[in-house]
């Protein structure tokens, strides 16, 4: 088959379509023909070098993919061939074709073409399990997502509007803000311009926000600890401001915050199948009414996935940039 393969650790002219093995799958795992891979922004973190595959995981990029089932494990009941399915992956989607163990499988929701369900279960997976699984986000609860415009951002506007909560959003450009607000979003801040401490606790009548979920990291923690309101949450997902801060403790204790942590990639098997379960119960039927819909930006082929790379670490795009081989 074809993959993409990281020629030596660097920019996006390191990535290379070649002729590699096919993969082997185990006896509870699945292969998958694929007919789009999406990219997150770990994805740009493993080509450069920063972020290397977890042991036992594919040595391909792509976190995420839709496709046909070409072959079944032994031990794996619930799928067949010929199914069409999106399935969240530790690795290995930048290819023609993928093993993916049976538990981290979802059928593709009605309304959703097959090669779009590849934009929804990293986003899916990472909302859900964040926001709603560890923060609780409900009804009635404001909500503060930044990065609004961002694969993640559009998936956290949609679940959470259909979930009930007030929505609030940071982003850079006005073409970005008016696009989340197209999507729900309650309030629409531009970080460039505005302070979002002091619009989140205006928008809030002075109290702050319920929950956060940030990708940024020690750049916005200490603002983020401001920003929330008493048994406020903040979740963080990413660095893309740093990992090294200082916060001032005394923000935490008289509001009674909590400030957590999660990613993906690292968790056990039986943790993502766990999610993944979750997500169909919880998500999925909202994405067949139509509620939430996965946002692509742009596809590219395979053999362009440099170029791919190249658009999402512009930040020019809103929602899921895919591959397609």
Not at 39 to 52: E, H, I, K, V
Request: proline share 5%.
């Amino acid at each position: 088959m074809k993959a993409v393969v990281i020629t030596t650790a660097g920019g996006p002219e390191v990535l290379q379509l070649q002729q590699v093995n096919d993969p082997e799958i185990k006896d509870d795992e699945i292969l998958i023909k694929v007919e789009a891979t999406a990219l997150n922004r770990a994805d740009t973190f493993q080509r450069n070098g920063s972020y290397p595959p977890p042991k036992g995981a594919s040595p391909y990029l792509g976190l995420e993919c839709s496709g046909t089932i070409q072959a079944v494990g032994k031990d794996v009941s619930r799928w067949k061939v010929g199914d069409q399915v999106c399935a969240l992956l530790n690795g290995g989607g930048y290819a023609e074709k993928v093993a993916v163990h049976g538990g981290h499988v979802l059928p593709i929701p009605p309304g959703v073409s097959l090669k779009d369900a590849a934009g929804l279960p990293e986003a899916a997976c990472t909302v859900w399990s964040t926001v709603f699984m560890m923060s609780r986000l409900s009804a009635g609860e404001t909500f503060l997502v930044h990065g609004g415009s961002s694969g993640i951002g559009t998936f956290a506007i949609q679940i959470a509007k259909n979930k009930g909560a007030t929505v609030l959003v940071t982003a850079g450009s006005e073409e970005k803000l008016a696009f989340c607000k197209k999507l729900g979003a309650d309030v629409c801040i531009n970080y460039k311009r505005e302070d979002f401490v002091s619009r989140a606790k205006e928008e809030t009548g002075g109290k702050g926000v319920d929950v956060i979920l940030d990708c940024i990291g020690a750049s916005y923690l200490q603002r983020n600890l401001d920003s929330l309101n008493f048994d406020g949450r903040l979740f963080i997902i990413g660095f893309q401001g740093g990992a090294v801060t200082e916060i001032k403790l005394n923000t935490l204790l008289p509001k009674r915050l909590t400030v957590q942590g999660a990613a993906l990639r690292p968790r056990s098997t039986e943790n993502k199948a766990m999610v993944v379960s979750e997500v169909e119960k919880n998500v999925w039927p909202a994405v067949a009414a139509g509620k939430v819909k996965p946002i692509i930006y742009k596809s590219f082929p395979l053999s362009e996935a440099g170029e791919a790379h190249r658009l999402m670490e512009s930040s020019a795009h809103i929602g899921k940039i895919l591959l397609v081989p």
